[in-house]
């Protein structure tokens, strides 16, 4: 490796990442990062387990990955896996592993195939790996408008960008090339928050399965569409080889052959496939890390200044001293009640830069989602016309009127009316979940670890109440 003497730093990272998952992310931070995006099916996972050299990750139809896994990869002579929501527990089996990830996946969003943004981390040591974290993202879908589903997709975008629009954090955007490269998903989102192309790396994965005759040569050139990191080509195994087991190791051999011998990628063989991707980013994160070092240490000197002077406030607090316990009780309530009114009115101090608050999110549900709730709704003018015809003449009974009575108007636009309804219920729902999410994120912030335990309690009531 090109960069000894920092090895150590990805080893830092992943100290300060179980860190802050184990403490629910109420430090901030960015750290440095590699999120894997794309569109479903794009080869995500695929690229994972290849780094890996095993089958750990969940397979199937549909939206497969509902959380976020951070797997930190750890090169080391044993190999065995472990979560961090049960630490200790050496998984050596990679089945089970893939059933842990599914039962844990399950335990936050239930089995009905919700996402969450919570995430689950995983840590993989293996000799087979360089050290190297990265974040598996769920796939980006394409549900037709009018399907229930369609909510999905704004949820998971909005959870991809939640991570992607970081300055600390590098895109892996894999693009599938049997499709068209211009509209790919991940080049696109990543576009959207890195117009430069300065920290994002392209990964074209199923070159082995693209038209007899065409090639990708040109975008893994770097000359269509170029990124500062450039491109690099993969091939997974398809799905023919994990149905018949083939084992990773004879893929990567393969790959190697794949890419020696076609004409289109003879010359930049060196420059392709699994091995050099992971060589790559492992370099890649690490000159990030490095790059980002100096800014996260002030940041964090700076985070525990306030912290030790909030403990300083805390010293002489006893909970179970009586005559503190109401006045204890009453400040922290009240001051939940400023955090919340601040994350839904906004706020001149501390403005969030990099995540949109509760109030914003809200407005967006109305000025947004909302009027494209509207616009979605079936709409028959001539329908329309008819019944307003028919309620007319109706009213008018035998007798045939000059003016168009006021009844026949009351009628129809009632019948308009209850079409808002459904609309106004789901942006009712939207809403709510929100507030649920701010008051979550209002009690994270609260710093005694007797009332975040009653958040539940807290969410229930306001759930009940709402
Ligand atoms: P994800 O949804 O992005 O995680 O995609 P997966 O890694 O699960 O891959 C989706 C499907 O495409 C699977 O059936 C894979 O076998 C197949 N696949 C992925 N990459 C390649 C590739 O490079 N070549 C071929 N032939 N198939 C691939
Ligand atoms: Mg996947």
Redesign the pocket.
Known sequence: MGNRGMEDLIPLINKLQDAFSSIGQSCNLDLPQIAVV????????????NFVGRDF?P?GSGI??RRPLILQLVNSNAEYAEFLHCKGRKFVDFDEVRLEIEAETDRLTGSNKGISPIPINLRVCSPNVLNLTLI?LP?MTKVAIGDQPHDIEHQIRDMILQFITKESCLILA?T??NSDLANSDALKIAKEVDPQGLRTVGVI?????MDEGTDARDILENKLLPLRRGYIG?????????DGKKDIRAALAAERKFFLSHPGYRHIAERMGTSHLQKTLNQQLTNHIRDTLPGLRSKLQSQLLSLEKEVEEYKNYRPDDPSRKTKALLQMVQQFGVDFEKCIEGSGDQVDTSNLSGGAKINRIFHERFPFELVKMEFDEKELRKEISYAIKNIHGVRTGLFTPDLAFEAIVKKQIIKLKEPCLKCIDLVIQELINTVRQCTNKVPLGRVVRNRKAVMCCFACST
Do not use: H, Y
């Open positions: 794309g569109g479903q099916s794009a080869g995500k996972s695929s690229v994972l387990e990750l397979r497969v990955t598996d796939g894999v599938p090339a994965t199923k070159l082995d399965l993969v091939v997974n195994r398809s799905q023919k080889d994990i």
